[in-house]
């Protein structure tokens, strides 16, 4: 496939009612399919809610994943043909991971990322993940990441690095980071190449407000499309022809050096 239909969803989460937010989830999935999406990405721990009074209670586990309670997602991606991303709080064996669950159009659920960098109370909440992950979906490779992986230049030309063309981020924005967040994106695009598929949390959760603006850039950084606040899909195209012109004319991803060698301080040395 050279094309792929990709929809950032963004909408409330409930902090602690897992079932109201997969009910959300399960909604928007039908609403991506309607819109000819085949991929959905939703926001950063959208199915727990993004809550520390959450985070430090009992959390889902990777071993109950298949126990029923993802059932009305899990049948609306496998009746509308779309794959969903979507963040949650995860209990990991004896760690407490922030993931992203893959549910893919046959129904199967997976857990295969953990947010790599962690940020303020995060901290002392959760454990880092130890490993990158990419998915294929209709033959298309896209990077996994989580919020405060996109502020890393190095994230995600890892994942352009192994193949990706596309860079999926399921984040939660706090008011005042609008300038930040669309900066970070937009970079992540053009030093790579690739597109960027960002879907933010919106609206009050637990005790905090987010501030939305999912949106898919291409690979100069431009966004397609963006849904600034409320609930709602911003739907998109990748193009994997146009990321391969992209790479042809602006060729920063091949050009990357692992290293620049030693720093000299003129002055502080002999030369």
């Known amino acids: 496939m050279t094309a792929l239909v990709v929809a950032a969803g963004q909408a409330v989460a409930i902090a602690g009612d897992l079932a109201a937010n997969i009910d959300t989830a399960a909604r928007l999935t039908r609403q991506a399919a309607a819109a000819g999406a085949r991929l959905l990405v939703l926001p950063e721990a959208f199915l727990t809610g993004y809550d520390e009074g959450v985070f430090v209670g009992p959390l889902p586990t990777v ?21 969903v991303v979507v963040g949650i709080a995860l209990q990991r064996g004896t760690s407490r991971r922030l993931s992203q669950l893959v549910v893919t ?13 962690l940020d303020g ?52 924005y706090f008011p005042g980071g609008e300038h930040r967040r669309d900066l970070y994106y937009a970079a ?40 600034v606040d409320g609930e709602g899909l911003a739907v998109a195209q990748i193009d994997v022809a146009e990321v391969t012109r992209t790479r042809a004319r602006h060729t920063m991803l091949a050009d990357h050096r692992a ?13």
């Open 63 to 83: 071993e109950g994943l298949l126990d029923g309670w993802l059932d009305p997602l899990r049948l609306a991606a496998a009746a509308g043909g779309v794959s």
């Open 121 to 172: 109370a995060e901290k002392d909440l959760f454990s880092t993940g130890d490993h990158g992950t990419s998915i294929c979906v209709d033959g298309v490779e896209l990077g996994l990441s989580i919020c405060y992986d996109g502020c890393f230049p190095e994230h995600a030309r890892a994942a352009a690095a192994d193949g990706a063309i596309g860079y999926l981020s399921s984040a939660a």
């Open 188 to 227: 992540r695009a053009v030093e790579n190449g690739m597109y960027v598929v960002l879907s933010a949390l919106t609206g009050r959760c637990g005790a905090s407000e987010f501030i939305g603006g999912s949106a898919v850039f291409d690979p100069e950084g431009r966004p397609l499309t963006s849904a």
């Open 105 to 117: 159009t046959d129904g199967a659920v997976t857990a295969p990322y953990d947010k790599q960098h």
């Open 259 to 271: 290293s620049l060698g030693p720093r000299r301080r003129p002055g502080a040395e002999t030369i």
